[in-house]
């Protein structure tokens, strides 16, 4: 079999997920897809057919990131399949809002159960079967808010500032070895997960605006193209520069740390 290089994408159904997985089968990529959602969703199926049309192979499958069987399942597929991991995205995630004092033990559950330990639990074999490899670059997703507090976004802020420690432990463990270990930190970006009632109520009181649609929304705030997140994401899995740092978190924030 011709040996292509290998990415893995959690929450590679939709959104940037999709964009990183139509980026990668661009540049002559396998790709290994795992998702919440069943391959044969008509979203799912969408992304499979794009990639297959871009020249790539591609391995799909329902894992769930909170599942230790489901995410076993999906790396011994891929390397069964494959035999190699280049690149492993940490993507799949979830939001939700609510102020600290009126937040359930399971919103909070949920959110970091998802985004933190799910990451943690990419990362985990991602780096075992990279170390058998002697080398690969993990690039968790966090957020601009894993560097900033959001007021109603406690769950989310945590998960994914958690995401960063995780980031910079692993990297220490696994540099010397081989690995690169990196995370990306976008500010807003164009998917299906902002584009509810709910997440345009939460940016009206972040922002005083009144915004009536998702589209009003996009139309009067930044927001990142998935285009934009998945170009800093293949420079980040594939570039030379790119592999002279280690434990850092790289920030797509069109200014808004400022
Ligand atoms: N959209 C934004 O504004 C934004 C900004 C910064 C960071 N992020 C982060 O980017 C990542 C991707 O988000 P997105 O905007 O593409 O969201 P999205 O909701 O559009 O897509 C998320 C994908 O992950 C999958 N998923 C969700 N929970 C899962 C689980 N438990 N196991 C497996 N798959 C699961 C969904 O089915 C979906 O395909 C997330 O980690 C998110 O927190 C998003």
Not at 236 to 255: I, P
Request: hydrophobic residues 40%; glycine residues 10%; proline residues 2%.
């Amino acid at each position: 079999m011709e040996t292509k290089k290998v990415v893995l994408i959690t929450g590679g159904a939709m959104g940037q997920g999709r964009a990183h997985a139509y980026q990668y089968a661009e540049h002559g990529f396998d790709v290994v897809l795992g998702d919440m959602q069943d391959p044969s969703s008509a979203e799912f199926q969408e992304t499979i057919h794009q990639c297959e049309a871009k020249g790539a192979r591609v391995l799909a499958m329902k894992c769930n990131i909170t599942s230790t069987s489901e995410m076993e399942a999906l790396f011994a597929k891929a390397w069964e399949t494959y035999g190699r991991l280049d690149v492993v995205i940490a993507n799949a995630g979830v939001i939700n809002f609510g102020y600290t004092w009126e937040l359930s033990d399971e919103q909070v559950e949920k959110v970091i159960n998802i985004n933190l330990i799910g990451t943690w639990r990419t990362d985990k074999y991602a780096a075992k079967y990279m170390l058998k490899q002697g080398f690969g670059r993990i690039i968790n997703i966090s957020s601009t808010s894993g560097l900033y507090g959001t007021p109603k976004l406690a769950t989310y802020c945590m998960s994914k500032w958690g995401i960063l420690g995780l980031t910079k432990t692993l990297a220490k463990e696994v540099g010397s070895k081989g690995i690169i270990v990196n995370a990306l930190c976008p500010t807003k970006v164009k998917t299906p997960m902002c584009e509810t009632m709910e997440y345009v109520q939460f940016i009206n009181e972040l922002t005083g605006k009144n915004f009536q649609s998702v589209e009003e929304m996009y139309a009067g705030v930044p927001f990142l193209e998935v285009e934009d997140i998945a170009s800093m994401v293949y420079w980040m899995g594939t570039s030379r520069e790119a592999g002279k740092f280690n434990g850092r978190e790289v920030a797509l924030d069109l200014g808004t740390l400022q």
